[in-house]
């Protein structure tokens, strides 16, 4: 609730409101409890004094009951899905998404990871555009096909790698990364407005589907932050937030993820207050996420947790320990004790500095609790008029036409040296069958015209000797007959 221009979270033990301070909301925060503890409706309540009060909201949806509450109309949304079923579709591009955390969506390894950095980087160098998953298969190959020639620039590109990491992509096009992948590719700057009213516009992620494949799932969210972190510029301390991020099972975030990855996440974390966007993590128990991002949650909202077990009983008085200490209750106690929609909380004061521990009966949402219908969700999300910049894919001209265009001009300019090479031996042919069919043309026309003259000699030397003459004339006209076309073949 909204209140004198506070974030009013609910009241104490005493009556008294407890607020969190709208310019200190940047400095992030964490909203834990077990299964049925009221998280969400904390999380509903804060969005709603954040819309209130002008600030841009993201939420994701993981269970399907977040939307219902922008179902009285009181507060403007956007519904988005990467499926595109629930929401408005919602894509980025392979280059976008780089290849740290692309490969942490394929689940590969070390060296796979390497070589798919490599990758990206000859299709930097080439000015090649990856787009979608195509493009990355098609450059994959590409680069199969070059090994040789790029070994001596970038190092030796192991085959069984480019294969390994090909065979993931289809993978991931399986689980529908091939429609999240393309154009036009989410401009995140949409997501910071506020409609006629002032009030920020929420924008909700249908996650549903999405939180079925976790890796996709949290390697979007870190991909949002970075996105958001590289194009915000830097505004210090500001009134309130430029935007507020809520992002519900956040231990998918940090599930089997890489020390590097981490260590991205903390930094952004850490360095993203300063361009005035406040992130707040949603999960069951507080040990869900890292030390090093876990130091950078000042607003701390704690809801119910069982203990049955030692181990439970030392995580929860560790987090007891994490709270300042207040004289009037025991934390550890309270926290195993909470009802539905209580919370121990501390938030920081106006000086920066963390309130004591309270304990708050949470402030119910204004909002309706039903869900939105289909009919209801469809017609809010073809209404915004984000859906009409979105909602149709675009193949625009990338890395994979270009070298299907230049694998088909090679190949075209391959099958004409194959031609030329033909006709060239065609031809050798033709003119050896002329040679050898003028050289018998002109042995017969030898034979015949050497043996007319010799007859005729013959004849002539006859008449004058007699039968000797006759013996003599056909020897002479042989031999005259055999120089004749000796002298014809040398022609």
């Known amino acids: 609730m909204l209140k004198e221009g506070k974030i009013v979270m609910g009241p104490d ?43 841009p909201v993201f939420l994701s949806d993981v269970k399907g009951d977040i939307g219902g509450m922008v179902k009285d109309r009181m507060h403007p949304a956007n519904f988005w899905d990467i499926y595109g079923k629930n929401g408005i579709p919602l894509r980025t591009t392979i280059s976008e998404m780089g290849p740290l ?88 700057q949409d997501w910071i407005s506020v409609d006629t009213n002032g009030k920020g516009m929420l924008n909700i992620l249908d996650a549903s589907s999405l939180i079925n494949s976790p890796k996709l799932y949290s390697t979007f969210l870190l991909w949002m932050l970075s996105e958001l972190f590289e194009i915000l510029p830097e505004v210090g301390d500001l009134e309130k937030p430029k935007m507020i991020f809520f992002f519900d099972e956040a231990h998918l975030m940090f599930k089997d993820a890489p020390k590097a990855l981490v260590d991205k996440i903390e930094q952004v974390v850490k360095l993203i207050r300063s361009k005035g966007v406040g992130v707040y993590f949603c999960t069951q128990n507080p040990k869900d996420i890292p030390d090093g991002v876990l130091a950078q949650l000042s607003n701390k909202i704690q809801h119910n947790l069982s ?83 979105y909602a149709t894919a675009v193949d625009n001209e990338s890395a994979y036409e270009f070298l299907m265009r230049r694998g088909a001009q090679a190949a075209a300019d391959m ?47 006859g008449k004058n000797f007699g039968s000797f003459g006759k013996r003599l004339g056909g020897n002479l006209g042989a031999s005259l007959g055999r120089g004749i076309l000796s002298t014809l073949l040398k022609m």
């Not at 990871?113 to 493009?135: C, G, P």
């Not at 096009?173 to 429609?179: L, R, V």
């Open 13 to 55: 033990a005493s009556g008294a409101d407890v607020w969190i301070e709208p310019k200190l909301a940047n400095r992030h925060g964490i909203i834990s409890g077990g299964t049925g503890s009221g998280k969400t409706v904390t999380l509903k309540a804060m969005a709603e004094s954040f819309s209130d009060l002008g600030v």
């Open 101 to 188: 955390l692309l490969g942490r969506i394929l689940d590969l390894s070390d060296v796979q990871k390497s070589v798919l950095s490599v990758v990206f980087k000859i299709a930097d160098d080439e000015n090649l555009l990856l787009i979608d998953t195509k493009d990355l298969k098609s450059m994959l190959a590409y680069v199969a096909e070059k090994s040789k020639e790029y070994e001596l620039t970038y190092g030796k590109l192991s085959s069984q790698s480019l294969t390994a990491i090909t065979r993931a992509i289809v993978a991931l096009e399986s689980e529908g990364g091939d429609i999240f992948f393309g154009e036009p590719a989410l401009s995140v």
């Open 307 to 389: 203990a049955y077990t030692p181990a439970d009983q030392k995580a929860v008085k560790a987090i007891a320990q994490s709270f300042p200490v207040n004289e009037e209750f025991d934390t550890y106690e309270t926290i195993l004790n909470l009802g539905i929609g209580e919370a121990v909380v501390s938030f920081l004061e106006e000086n920066g500095v963390p309130s004591k521990a309270k304990k708050i009966k949470v402030t119910m949402p204004e909002s309706a609790k039903n869900s939105l219908d289909v009919s209801e969700r469809d017609g809010m999300v073809k209404g915004s008029i984000l859906y009409g910049k």
């Open 415 to 461: 099958e004409e040296q194959k031609q030329l090479a033909a006709a060239e031996k065609e031809k050798q042919k033709a003119d050896k069958q002329a040679a050898s069919a003028k050289k018998r043309a002109v042995k017969s026309v030898g034979n015949t015209a050497a043996g007319t003259i010799g007859r005729e000699l013959g004849k002539e030397v």
